[in-house]
Nanobody, 125 residues
Framework: QLQLVESGGGLVQPGGSLRLSCAAS????????IGWFRQAPGKEREGVSC????????NYADSVKGRFTVSRTNAKNTVYLQMNSLKPEDTAIYYC??????????????????WGQGTQVTVSS
């Protein structure tokens, strides 16, 4: 069974940090670009970041540039999203998703094939 599982969410104060993980089971991630998306209550899902299958290309939403960093360890079949300087407006359910595309590219507007169940991130004092 092909599955993505996110972890690492939680409650953090403004200015704090969290690291989200996206682990795959049933398939290897090294052929997939991975995207991170989030959805806040009452809002549409939005792309946050993505990383190409070979790790050589990344993209970020303007709202998180300079604060979030996406990385991957294909040997561990895991992708990470390091989130620093968190703001209340970062509060959302965060999802990772897999897209089989060219090795060197990723895009947050593409149609992703596999999705995780999400992990809640709450930024509040």
């Amino acid at each position: 069974q092909l599955q993505l599982v996110e972890s690492g969410g939680g409650l953090v104060q403004p200015g704090g940090s969290l690291r989200l993980s996206c682990a795959a089971s049933g398939f290897t991630l090294d052929r997939y670009a991975i995207g991170w998306f989030r959805q806040a209550p009452g809002k549409e899902r939005e792309g946050v970041s993505c990383i190409s299958a070979n790790g050589g290309s990344t993209n970020y939403a303007d709202s998180v540039k300079g604060r979030f960093t996406v990385s991957r360890t294909n040997a561990k079949n895991t992708v990470y999203l390091q989130m620093n300087s968190l703001k209340p407006e970062d509060t959302a359910i965060y999802y990772c998703a897999a897209d089989r595309w060219v090795q060197s590219l990723c895009g947050m507007t593409r149609r992703y094939e596999y999705w995780g169940q999400g992990t809640q991130v709450t930024v509040s004092s």
